[in-house]
């Protein structure tokens, strides 16, 4: 099982580079960043963990360029967000951002997206609550008919673009109706949510793990609804804190990458959890002295 990595990255933790290149050398399969643009101090939308949000919430770096940072220091590394609010971005501008890293990364990129659930941070964005998820998946094909082999136009309900020339292009080729890097859809089990996903995505990115014995065969069925080959979908546990025992019934479940959840911290505590993670990954990897 690959085993990757998400971490808040903020200015008072450690480095993408430092980062970057500890994870690649320990043999760890990916990284992962959040996004928050803001966090404005009116909190009226609730933690959904509950208590008070976390401080880091408010410092995080901007996920791209920190990932182009740890692209620049490493081979094969894979690169990641989780997630990025889709909602809260200008389609046209993020398609040119994600194609040119994952052109630059050589194919490494990972676009996990989501709905978002901080209510102010959207609004300062000019996001309609109640329609973000439909937001979301039209924004997403509009910068998949960039994305395309050819100059494809899109009329939607949010927005539109025109044929045009967009270069440079994402490195993996179309799979079938999905065009792009390798997208993943966070969010909680539900209907709607797996209907995006088996329509403009490659698959989903729980976060937690819990309770996927129940909605992976509900997934499945969806996917295979909307006549997508059962092979093709992928499952990525997010944000997991890992025991072997889980790790196992993942593997059971078909599960073939799980992300587990690094502290907020400076370059001592994260490497000393790299350290604790050491051997849940494939055999014959060790840390770096």
């Known amino acids: 099982m690959r085993i990757a990595v998400t971490i808040f990255l903020t200015d008072e933790t450690i480095t993408p580079v430092q980062l970057a290149r500890e994870l690649e050398a320990r043999g760890f399969a990916g990284?992962?960043?959040?996004?928050?643009?803001?966090?404005?101090?009116?909190?009226?939308?609730?933690?959904?963990?509950?208590?008070?949000?976390?401080?880091?919430?408010?410092?995080?770096?901007?996920?791209?360029?920190?990932?182009?940072?740890?692209?620049?220091v490493t081979e094969h590394l894979g690169l990641g967000t989780g997630i990025t609010l889709l909602a809260q971005h200008d389609p046209i501008a993020l398609a040119k951002q994600i194609a040119t890293l994952d052109h630059l990364s050589g194919g490494r990129f990972t676009l996990g997206l989501g709905y978002g659930w901080n209510v102010e941070e959207a609004a300062d964005h000019g996001v309609t609550w109640r329609t973000r998820r439909d937001l979301v998946r039209d924004r997403v094909r509009l910068m998949q008919a960039l994305w395309a082999d050819e100059p494809t136009a899109y009329d939607g309900e949010f927005g539109s673009v025109r044929a045009s020339h967009a270069h440079p292009k994402p490195v993996r080729k179309p799979r079938g109706r999905v065009v792009g890097p390798r997208t993943l859809v966070g969010g909680a089990a539900g209907p709607k949510l797996f209907t995006h996903i088996a329509e403009y995505a490659d698959g989903w990115l729980p976060i937690g793990g819990r309770g996927l014995t129940e909605s992976l065969p509900v997934l499945r069925s969806v996917w295979a609804d909307a006549g997508r080959d059962p092979a093709d979908l992928q499952v990525v546990p997010y944000a997991v804190r890992p025991t072997p025992g889980k790790l196992a019934h993942y593997a059971g479940l078909g599960i073939g990458e799980v992300v587990v959840q690094l502290p907020p911290a400076g370059r001592t505590e994260v490497l000393r959890a790299l350290d604790a993670y050491a051997p849940l990954l494939s055999p014959g990897r060790t840390p770096r002295p």
């Open 31 to 72: 990284l992962y960043l959040p996004e928050h643009t803001h966090i404005p101090t009116e909190r009226t939308t609730p933690y959904p963990a509950g208590g008070d949000l976390p401080r880091e919430y408010g410092r995080t770096l901007d996920p791209f360029v920190a990932l182009a940072q740890a692209a620049t």
